[in-house]
Every structure is written in C-alpha cells, then in structure tokens.
C-alpha cells in the first residue's frame, strides 16, 4: 500500500510540474511576443515618419521647382527610411501572427510607393493608402493583445 501511495504521489508531482513548466512556457512566449509586438508597432511608426518626411521634402522641391522629382536609383535614400526598413523587417521575423506581419509590409509597400512615385497623383493615391492600413495593423496588434493577458 505504501509503494501504491508513493507512486500515486510521484506521477501527481511530475503532473504539477509538468503542467508549471507548461505554463511558464507559454507566459514566457506571451511575454515575448507582447515585446515583439511593441517593437513592429515603433518600426511601422519608424517607417511612416520616414516616408513622410521624405514626402514632405518631395512637396517643397514641386512646390519650388513646379515639376515632381521622380526619384531614381541615384537619389538619396530618404533620411531614416534603409534603418526604419531595416528595424521593420527584424521585428517582423520574431512576431508569430502571420496577419500583423503581412500589414506591416503592406504598409512598407505603401510607403514605399509613395516615395518612389512617378507624379504627385501617384504619391498622394499610395499615401492614402498608409493611414488605413495603420489603423488595420493597430487594431490587429490590439486583439492580439488582448489575447496575450
């Protein structure tokens, strides 16, 4: 009867632990992707204020110059646009939702189109495009969230 008791109480304590470890497994997953999360959301930000901080000087240049200056392989990169890119792609690897990370790059690609437009219709009509899918990611990042906590 004892060898019973002993051995009920064994495979009860592999039980519990077994089950601790699983949670701690997976509150150590949720950590981290709360913390990836948090650093897409600064990338996608990083990228936006990139693209439109080069809009912003594209605008001045067709306001002085009367023309669009289509950018071409030689022209600068925009300030911060290689390192926001960058930053983007890095915190888009370790996010797990397939979702967050396709509206990231949707955003990238938006953004990218905007300053590598031929024309200002062009720019603008790929510019618009930015804010909606900034509010699609912010709220997919939100849900995703919530199901973290």
Known sequence: MTI?????????????????????????????QRESILSLQTAVSDVIKA????????????????????????TPTAKGWSEAVLQLQLSAARVLNEGLRELAQEIQRAAGDAIWATDLATARRHCDRIEP???RFNDTANRIFA???
């Open 51 to 74: 693209a439109y901080d080069e809009l912003d000087r594209l605008l001045a240049e067709f306001q002085e110059s009367g023309s669009w200056p289509a950018r071409q392989w030689e």
């Open 147 to 149: 199901s973290l906590f």
């Open 4 to 32: 019973y008791k002993d051995r009920l109480t064994a495979r009860h304590e592999i039980r519990i632990r077994d089950q601790q470890y699983e949670r701690d497994r997976l509150a150590d997953r949720d950590a981290f």
């Open 133 to 135: 899918l900034h509010v």
